[in-house]
């Protein structure tokens, strides 16, 4: 079996995940003084950080780019771009999100807002992370929706 990189390149999943990750990476960074600590870490310390948050980031991108598959019953769902895939594959990102904030600013832990990160009631989710869940898909799409070709 040979490898063709046009038909990777092609895929939905490949294109959403390439530049989820571009585009994600970069907010993160953006983001960096809005949680406790993370502009006195190290430099590779910081980066290795906000990739890693990035490849979690890529993996809620994923899991609704599958919602609204599922919902349409396509996985090119994306190039026809209809209101009901986008609202799934945008509320399942949002939803993912506001989960994992509570998760681990009020549960585990794992990190904590600055005195600069704004929340959003009623779970106190900063608004950093969620406009990046309202932002960054849609732009994600407008993107993948003019590479793929069908």
Known sequence: MEFNITKLINLPEFNLAFFSF???FVWEFIQIPTYEGMAELEHLQGVLVCTQATFGDVGIALVAFWAASISVRSR?????LRPLPLAVYWLTGIAITVALEFIYTEITHRWTYSELMPLVPPLGTGLSPLMQWVLVPLLVVFVVRRQIRD
């Open 22 to 24: 571009a585009f994600h």
């Open 76 to 80: 090119r769902w994306i190039t026809s």
